[in-house]
């Protein structure tokens, strides 16, 4: 392991919240370094992200994360394509973080911004039409599908309240178990109910289209055609790396307060990692909150001074 090289900030996970983070603190004139891989934010994903507000046209998620990654580094925040695989106080103050390619860096606050995954359904070609009919979250996509035949594939409550969700887009919905035993508390199953939402119990084999999705091949070689197919199975945590100290958790989420703050002095996060409204803007926004908390841990000021105009 080499000789920690030593920042103000470091910051783990470079997708909005993390990136959002880094232009305060880099603005700022904190020291700061971010870990991750801009284009497996889940922002990435998003064929087009529609509701950031600014972008009324529109922009593709690789794009969006090119120019969040530029502005950023323009204040002087450096980016490593690093995972960290290991986060722990410093003897002495601070923090150490490892990284899987054998580096080490010291820093007197951590942000972390790491995100969740969307669990994967594992029907063959869901990736290939991520984004283009196959979609993971009904308040970033489900206007895309107004007057539209939609399915929601999922067993469980969340799948449940998805599929109501997207009510107020379209009535044409049908949820699929995928072969599993429907687990829908009595009350989100007798809203599907009221509002007709189809279930049934098919197990889904592929999607299939050539650009998009145009249909969906269950078991017994039915097929049938949908406009769109929201995979509903939660998400997991990537928080792992910060096993050893000792966060305070709720599920896979990292509990913090109203400034972003964790249970730990110097500790922060971000964005989806602490659950709740899982979008872009609100990460960003978090990461703003967390990067002003942090300056007020470091310098003990009250008020965030944005003094570097270019
Ligand atoms: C297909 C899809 C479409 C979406 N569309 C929209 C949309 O249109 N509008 C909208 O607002 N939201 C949309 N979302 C939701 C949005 O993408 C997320 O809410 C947002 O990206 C969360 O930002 P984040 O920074 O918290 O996490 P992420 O964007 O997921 O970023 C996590 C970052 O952490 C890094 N990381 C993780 N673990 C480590 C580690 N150990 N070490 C170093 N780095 C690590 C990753 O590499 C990544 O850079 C969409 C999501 C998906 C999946």
């Known amino acids: 392991m080499s000789e920690p090289q030593s920042f103000e900030v470091l910051i783990i996970g470079a997708g909005p919240a993390g990136l959002g983070a880094a232009l305060y603190t880099a603005r700022a004139q904190l020291k700061t370094l971010v870990l991750g891989f801009p284009f497996k934010s889940a922002i990435a994903k998003a064929e087009k992200v529609a509701n950031y507000l600014s972008y009324p046209d529109m922009v593709g998620g690789k794009e969006f994360q090119e120019r969040s990654l530029a502005h950023c580094k323009k204040y002087g925040a450096v980016h490593l394509e690093e995972e960290a695989v290991n986060l722990q106080p410093r003897e002495g103050g601070g923090f150490l973080v490892e990284t899987d390619k054998r ?161 730990l002095p110097g500790v922060f996060a971000a964005g989806d990692c602490t659950g709740a409204d899982a979008q872009a803007v609100k990460s960003a926004g978090d990461g703003c909150s967390a990067a002003l908390s942090v300056v007020r841990f470091l310098r003990g000021k009250t008020a965030y001074i944005d003094y570097k105009e270019t």
Request: proline share 2%; with cysteine.
């Open 103 to 263: 580096q080490s860096f010291a820093a007197k606050a951590v942000i972390i911004a790491c995100g969740k995954s969307y669990k994967l359904a594992g029907i063959k070609d869901e990736q290939r039409l991520t984004g283009k009919g196959v979609h993971y979250c009904v308040v970033c996509d489900g206007f895309f599908f107004k007057d539209k035949r939609v399915c929601v594939i999922g067993h469980a409550n969340y799948a449940a309240h998805e599929a109501l969700e997207l009510l107020p887009y379209t009535k044409d919905l049908t949820l699929f178990s995928n072969g599993r035993p429907w687990e829908v508390s009595p009350e989100l199953l007798a809203e599907l109910k009221a509002h007709q939402v189809k279930m049934r119990a098919e197990k889904v084999l592929a999607f299939e289209g050539e650009k998009g999705l145009e249909t969906v091949l269950f078991e017994g070689n039915q097929r049938e055609k949908f406009d769109g197919a929201f995979v509903a199975f939660g998400a997991t945590g990537a928080t792992a790396f910060a096993n050893k100290l000792g966060l305070e958790m709720q599920g896979t989420n990292i509990q913090v307060d109203a400034h972003q703050q964790t249970n």
